[in-house]
């Protein structure tokens, strides 16, 4: 599936994500980052959600 497009809070609030998951990274291997990614995989969806309304 294509990834969507994203608005620019959107776009920030993933930044925010993905710096946090490289933190978390720097931590060690064994660090649970499962969290952060179904949150970032949550904002996904929303703005495939989003651009479905928007098509039809």
Do not use: F, S, Y
Not at 10 to 26: P, Q, S, T, Y
Not at 28 to 53: S, Y
């Amino acid at each position: 599936m294509a990834d969507p497009k994203l608005t620019a809070g959107e776009k920030a609030r993933i930044a925010g994500l993905v710096a946090r998951m490289c933190k978390r990274d720097m931590a060690g291997p064994n660090v649970h980052q499962g969290d952060l990614q179904r949150r970032v995989d949550r904002i996904l969806d929303g703005a495939r959600e989003r651009e479905k309304k928007t098509r039809k």
